[in-house]
């Protein structure tokens, strides 16, 4: 038995394919029945002078151009091609084509291959619109996480005007400050031994509040700039401990509550800011002083727990509601603001002690079982080794004394400043002159030849830096004793009034004492 | 910056005067291969890839530099200063022609002819103009790049069927031809084909010769008429052949169309 086998021609005209002859400038000169039958069309009408590239849409005749004849001119062949042929209803069969050149004789010949791919081109289809939306979704996100990093510049840009704010604000309350603290001093000077009226003593406290929080306020702006510089050393924390309680005390006395004290009978060490250190504890007193109702009662405890040196506040005062204690160590967060304003409290300390505790790579916590049941902060330090206790003990607080009498030129331009400074001055028995600007600073240093000049740095007609070099290289310059003042108690102005040709540094409020001391120092020249 | 790097620039043959060729849309310089021969014993031929396409660095391509023609044309110039002493003979195809119509307009005296092989200012038509195709035509064109460009990358090219008598075929030539980043192909498209640059026609004043093919759906003979009244110096040669490559499919009529044209215009 045989089996019978199509004549070439059914293969050609029947094959699983469309197949098609042309001439090498598209005239079709050969086209299979199976073709003419996804075409709608006859193979006399399509071998009537039609070229290959008109059974093309648009965009795949330009392919054809820019893409197909170049390649069948350079490799004789293109595989693989999408086109979409055109029906004779002119709806679309998408194809895929193959194009092989071959010589035949003298003519030249390009033999096409058509498939139909309608489910393989909506795949591709498909793909193609995955493709687009995975693009346009990143190109979304790509969007938004520019427009976040705007916005996060925008906002750490207003956070840092709203510390630059913060700075300038605790800086310019300052300045007022000093001839009000001045003017204080000489009224209580000048009460004697009767000792200062009622209202002198609500003025003086007052103004002693006042500037602790301008002070609380200057040094929180300037821990968010990282201005503070710690003068950290190993210490012994009972010291610390025992110097703030003791500061704490007339608070404490006054509201009737008692303190107790249990401190390790070993030195436990830590490697910190003396002066920092004490000034946490103290803020803490102080807020369980205030917050505890007067008879109350205050622990204050510190103990090593492994490498940890811990230190423990903890009161029977009015307590923190749980949904306030993650919360109360960022500025300006109050508990009850209308409780928080009885108690003249801006919310500015706990924010200090935060920013303190962690420049000492610490930490600080608060619990509390609720309102009413009072409230304990833990405050964690990386403590020294046991045995490194050579610890320095808290510095002693400055004696006071200076007799004798010094010529001071005050250069101040704020005249309250220069006047009360120089009552005060002539009050401890020293000869002053004061100016308000750098030249009458300088005429005024001429004529009245002071061994001390106290220089404000803000001054209007020129800086106080300026000054200070003019007076240094002024006849008789050399033996000058030179303080300069300024509000911005900062390490790199301290650095640039030294290299100006001051012998001193002091921020202003002048702390009168300090003053005092500098003084004693000049009469040792 | 390393022009012979990011263009793949080329440069052979020996001459007093350079011809600088410059390839259309789709492909690279080797479309010029069939018409080079027949320049290099009279001019040094200089050759290179439009920067992504064929063997230019495609990390150059930068969509904002490329996102219109002037950027090419920038390039042309830069290569021209940068290999050429004298006034050059510019020869672009397609897209090319237009790039080089603008390098002309920009600095005219570093070019002695330009010769415009298959130019189209405009393929969109509009009011008074016929360029070919309509908005949606172009809509069709960009699709079906889309999809022929879908699996092509320059890893990943088709088997080339194997067609033994072509021997002039270069074995590098066979796999790398008309093989772009599917990415800047698409972007490339975009940028020509719906590019308008009548307004500069008017503007280039180096002698040109516009090669028209007789039957190029890309560049119509309206096309060429509308070149051959608009362009001030311009003369118009036709060319008979069907597509938009008479440089490949007819490398000889063209060839001896430039000469004639050469000879023509001063040195």
Redesign the interface.
Known sequence: MTVASPAGDTLFEHAACGLLLAR???VIVRVNATLCTWLGESAESLMAGR?L?DLF???????H???C???L?????V??????LLHRDRSRVPTLM?I????EGDAVYDHVAFFITVER?SY??E??LARREAEAALEARRGAEAQLQALNAQLSRDDRRKDEFLATLAHELRNPLAPVRNAIELLKMKAGAAGPSRPLQVLERQVGHLAHLVDDLMEISRITRGQVALRRQPIDLSHAIRAAADDAMPVVSAAHHSLALSLPSVPLCVDADATRLMQVVLNLLTNAAKYTPPGGQIWLAASREGDQAVITVRDTGIGIPAQSLGTIFEMFSQLTPALDRAQGGLGIGLALVRGLVELHGGSIRADSEGEGKGSVFTLRLPALPADDAAAAPVAPAPARAAPEQLRILVVDDNPDATETMCAMLELHGHLTRSAHDGAGAQQAAAAFKPAVILLDIGLPDMNGYEVARRLRAAPGGEALFMVAATGWGQEDDRQRALSAGFDHHLTKPIDFARLQLLLAEALAR | MDLQRRNNVQVRGDGPVTVVFSHGFGCDQSMWRFLTPAFESRYRVLTYDLVGSGGSDASAYHRDRYGSLQGYADDLLEIVEHYCDGPVILIGHSVSSIIGLLATVKAPERFAAQVMVGPSPCYINDEGYTGGFSREDIDDLLLSMDSNYLGWSSSMAPAIMGVPEQPQLGAELTNAFCRNDPDIARHFAKVTFLSDHRADVAKSTVPALILQCSDDIIAPMTVGSYMKEHLPNSELVVIDNVGHCPHMSAPTASSQAIASFLERIPA
């Open positions: 090498t400038d598209g070229k590239q849409t648009i965009g795949g005749r330009v392919f151009h820019t893409h004849l170049p390649m001119q350079v490799q004789a062949s595989a693989e091609v999408q086109v979409d193959n092989a050149r071959r010589a081109r591709e289809r793909l193609m």
